[in-house]
């Protein structure tokens, strides 16, 4: 399968809240079509980030012209928009969407794409790139598909377990060498070092046999 890895940015109802008030996405993209001239897609979305920052993301976003539609619970929300634009409307069926999209903290979107036809692949980073600017290929490899990583639907973690992971990620605690150490991740969650422990120990309990398609 050929694998293309590729970051954009571009004005974009969430890149630019995303940038605006400092959380991440991770998305996937359910459907895309034109009405009226417009681009119409429609999305899901996991938001992480300071709760208060959320919050003020999620009520931004719903005051938003282009919102045909949004649907939230706690911090997975189902958006309905209309654009201009869009860099999905250049899907085709033969391309499938290796990962979800990453939004982060800057507005900056990772995209993995594949298809077992190069040229379905090339004909869609260059549609890509020709309308947006702002455009950096990572990779473009031939991969194996037993490479490919597919995993599976986020496992239920509460809130401050997602949190105490979200804040090991973004200050480099699984990076090597490690950025930072527990008991500073505690002082930035505002909790006890014992507390912060048993709130990663449980989530990572969770999110390691899920990504490995284990169950218990």
Not at 30 to 38: I, L, N, T, W
Not at 74 to 87: C, D, P, R, S
Not at 130 to 142: E, G, M, Q, S
Request: hydrophobic fraction near 40%; charged fraction near 30%.
């Amino acid at each position: 399968m050929w694998i293309a890895k590729f970051v954009i940015k571009h004005d974009c109802i969430l890149g630019n809240r995303c940038e605006k008030f400092k959380v991440a996405l991770q998305s996937v993209n359910f459907s895309v079509f034109k009405e009226k001239g417009r681009i119409i897609t429609s999305s899901l979305h996991n938001i992480s980030g300071n709760p208060k920052d959320i919050e003020l993301f999620a009520k931004d976003l719903g005051k938003d012209e282009n919102v045909i539609n949004l649907e939230r619970k706690g911090n997975i929300f189902l958006l309905i928009e209309k654009a201009e634009e869009k860099a999905v409307q250049f899907h085709t069926p033969k391309i499938i969407f290796i990962k979800p999209v990453l939004m982060d903290k800057k507005g900056y979107e990772t995209w993995e794409v594949g298809s077992w036809e190069k040229e379905e692949v090339s004909k869609f980073i260059n549609k890509v790139k020709k309308h947006i600017d702002d455009f950096r290929l990572i990779r473009f490899t031939n991969t194996k598909i037993d490479n490919v990583f597919f995993p599976k639907l986020m496992p239920d973690l509460t809130d401050k377990q997602k949190r105490a992971v979200e804040l090991a990620i973004e200050n480099g605690y699984y990076e090597t060498p490690r950025k930072i150490g527990l008991r500073q991740l505690a002082k930035i969650m505002g909790v006890s070092l014992a507390t912060y422990q048993q709130h990663l120990i449980v989530a990572e309990g969770k999110l390691i046999p899920n990504m490995l398609a284990y169950s218990k």
